[in-house]
């Protein structure tokens, strides 16, 4: 006797076969067909076949109830894929600031805001930026009272490289990382004098 | 059970210990002497993980295999799916997976329906710890301990029967060992 191995669909960790439970029925098949062809087939391949009708004598609690049962799977389901839409519409559309910053003569800062919408850690974050590049690296709040990653040094190329990998992994490919350069005009007395003088 | 997992401390676990830990999950489910080597192979890397509530997670090569609150030892769902004989068992029917994997309490008409199954006479007693498996699924769906004995929920059929401990999609069952 030995141990059974069992699949876990990758989309909502259950077992395939209560993937009808969570919601998110319809990318737990997509993957399951990706994945496990064969437990697919065991699955949910005849049922489409048959109807719900086999469905039905198989299950011993009544149509009444199943119908209902059923109902309420679908609207979970629904609302599940709603609520996703939204949160994948609110990542899109938000975007990732990147702000270089000068503090005195050759020294810069670089401050990252708008991460925490794309549910990245920010102290870890923080913490990897600060043993990536070999500088301090903190969270702190900004004016708007919205946390922010704050890099002394000026790495803010690097920075964005980095998050851009970062948001591909989570396949946010299209977010916009932008960055701005808030650098004191190094000599402002030459370049802002108008030419009337 | 779990509300949130709070970890306080985690610390490997001896060999001597983890020898312990074995004999006691054999006398306490005696079907898993055949596959305990296998569970708990003797190379391997055991942690323990304390939580909030006294509440200790052994994890066996990184993967939560039991926890304990005061003196018994649970299955976590991974281990009852890898080895599901082992334990006793009851079944619900389809209207009751929904709840279950709410976080509900099993009552008992959910447990005696058509569709349902209980361990036949004498069955088991109050307080026994049971996984629950729900009508044409293969694979376990909760752990519990009967809140009255099957017999009583046969006669009585009312109320609770089963008080849930685990089950899927719950902070112990997201729970990683990083």
Not at chain 1, 101 to 111: D, I, N, Q, S
Not at chain 2, 35 to 42: A, G, M, N, Q, R
Not at chain 2, 93 to 113: E, H, Q, W, Y
């Amino acid at each position: 006797m030995s141990l059974r191995t069992v699949i876990y669909c990758g989309v909502c960790s259950f077992p395939p076969e209560f993937c009808e439970f969570t919601g998110k029925l319809k990318r737990c098949k997509v993957w399951l067909l990706e994945n496990h062809p064969e437990k697919y087939q065991s699955l949910y391949g005849d049922a489409e076949v048959e109807d719900a009708a086999a469905k039905l004598a198989g299950s011993s609690i009544g149509e009444e109830r199943e119908e209902k049962l059923e109902k309420d799977l679908l609207k979970l389901q629904s609302k599940q894929e709603n609520r996703e839409q939204r949160e994948l519409a609110k990542k899109l559309s938000s975007k990732v600031i990147i702000k270089r910053e000068a503090r005195t003569k050759r020294k810069t800062m670089v401050a990252i805001a708008g991460l925490e919408v794309f549910e990245i850690d920010m102290k870890k974050l923080a913490k990897t930026f600060a043993s990536k590049f070999a500088t301090g690296c903190s969270v702190s709040k900004n004016a708007e009272k919205k946390e922010e990653i704050i890099i002394q040094g000026d790495v803010a190329d690097e920075a964005e490289t980095y998050i851009q990998k970062l948001l591909e992994e989570k396949g946010l490919k299209e977010v916009k990382v932008e960055q701005m350069d808030m650098k004191k005009k190094k000599k402002p007395t030459t370049t802002t004098p108008t030419p009337a003088a | 059970m779990f509300r949130k997992e709070d970890v306080h401390s985690r610390s490997n676990v001896k060999s001597s210990v983890q020898r312990t830990l074995k004999t006691k999950l054999v006398s306490q489910f005696p079907k898993l002497e055949e596959v305990i080597d296998e569970l708990v192979p003797k190379k391997s890397h055991v942690e323990l993980i304390k939580c909030e509530d006294k509440i200790q997670l052994y994890a066996v090569d990184g993967e939560v295999c039991f926890f304990q609150k005061f003196d018994e030892l649970i299955p976590t769902l991974k281990l009852v799916h890898k080895f599901p004989e082992a334990f006793p068992t009851v079944q619900v029917d389809r209207g009751a997976i929904k709840f279950v994997l709410s976080g509900a309490n099993i009552m008992c008409p959910g447990l005696t329906s058509p569709g349902a199954q209980l361990p036949e006479a004498p069955g088991l007693e109050k307080d026994a710890l049971v996984i629950v498996k729900a009508e044409n699924k293969e694979s376990a769906l909760a752990v519990g301990r009967l809140l009255m004995s099957t017999e009583d929920i046969k006669s009585i059929n009312k109320g609770h029967g089963v008080e849930m401990i685990h089950h899927l999609g719950d902070p112990l069952w997201t729970f990683s060992v990083e």
